[in-house]
């Protein structure tokens, strides 16, 4: 949860912030993070490793944030 303020501001994600990893997530693939309380999605990224290796890790840069709640391709759509 502490993470959260960094990730909406664009900061990649480390292994330490995230508390539930997805079978199947391939290196390289696009993936989801998402607010462990409320279940809604804050950013989009390119994870760094396949899910086995991200639950072996303690510590380190797993996902490279892409896209986040208030960016401008978040907001793009959005009436003015």
């Not at 990730?7 to 693939?29: F, H, N």
């Not at 994870?47 to 944030?65: A, P, T, W, Y």
């Amino acid at each position: 949860m502490g993470a959260i303020p960094y990730v909406c501001s664009g900061a990649d994600v480390m292994r330490p912030g995230i508390k539930a990893i997805d079978e199947g997530i391939a290196k390289e693939s696009p993936v989801a993070v998402i607010d462990e309380k409320y279940g809604k999605i804050l950013a989009v990224g390119i994870s760094l490793f396949d899910s086995e290796e991200m639950r072996k890790m303690e510590k380190g840069k797993v996902i490279k944030n892409l896209h986040y709640v208030g960016d401008w391709i978040w907001n793009f759509n959005k009436q003015p």
